[in-house]
T-cell receptor, first 109, second 116 residues
Framework: RKEVEQDPGPFNVPEGATVAFNCTYSNSASQSFFWYRQDCRKEPKLLMS???SGNEDGRFTAQLNRASQYISLLIRDSKLSDSATYLCVGNNAGNMLTFGGGTRLMVKP | DGGITQSPKYLFRKEGQNVTLSCEQN?????MYWYRQDPGQGLRLIYYSQIVNDFQKGDIAEGYSVSREKKESFPLTVTSAQKNPTAFYLC???????????????FGPGTRLTVL
């Protein structure tokens, strides 16, 4: 079983829609979690950190549920420019990052 | 501009040849990392280095080698022992390994290696 698992998608949504991705993790020792964004054939870039109390940054909201070992990312009012692959990332006990396989989002006009 | 550079962007090699991928950073970061990404998969850690002249194996180090003679540079050699070397290779850096707690790793643009 992979340490961090994501639905690969693609999620095809119209502009303006709200879309949510979930991610599950198996290593209960993981200390912190993040969402990275990766555009096609480009490098990943940190989108936001994920806190148990929830973290909101504009149209993006991230949430961590430690009891159920899942992380979520909610995108409101989707824009065409949100089309990308979203990587769920955990920081394990060795302080190294573990990446999920990514969820692909396609926002259409 | 501060950042991480990788060269070349695309690389083609014949099977059985060693090839070295370049990674340079001018962010004054102590820690550097090499990842491999295959289509539809997450990044897998090959090697990392926390300080000059020291490096550690990651999850898939077999068939790869690295050096860290300078803080700014962390080249990766893909040897002929690597059975399936065709992939997208990403180099990253962070202030130190401890800063992984903040998730802040900065990535270079990557090198696409194709072995023919």
């Amino acid at each position: 079983r992979k340490e961090v698992e994501q639905d690969p998608g693609p999620f095809n949504v119209p502009e303006g829609a709200t879309v949510a991705f979930n991610c599950t993790y198996s290593n209960s020792a993981s200390q912190s979690f993040f969402w990275y964004r990766q555009d096609c054939r480009k490098e990943p870039k940190l989108l936001m950190s994920v806190y148990s109390s929830g973290n909101e940054d504009g149209r993006f909201t991230a949430q961590l549920n430690r009891a159920s070992q899942y992380i979520s990312l909610l995108i409101r009012d989707s824009k065409l420019s949100d089309s990308a692959t979203y990587l769920c990332v955990g920081n394990n006990a060795g302080n190294m990052l573990t990446f999920g396989g990514g969820t692909r989002l396609m926002v259409k006009p | 501009d501060g950042g991480i550079t990788q060269s070349p962007k695309y690389l083609f090699r014949k099977e059985g040849q060693n090839v070295t991928l370049s990674c340079e950073q001018n962010l004054n970061h102590d820690a550097m990392y090499w990842y491999r990404q295959d289509p539809g998969q997450g990044l897998r850690l090959i090697y990392y280095s926390q300080i000059v002249n020291d490096f550690q194996k990651g999850d898939i180090a077999e068939g790869y080698s690295v050096s860290r003679e300078k803080k700014e540079s962390f080249p990766l050699t893909v040897t002929s022992a690597q059975k399936n070397p065709t992939a997208f290779y990403l180099c990253a850096s962070s202030i130190d390994r401890g800063s992984s707690a903040s998730g802040e790793q900065f990535f270079g643009p990557g090198t696409r290696l194709t072995v023919l």
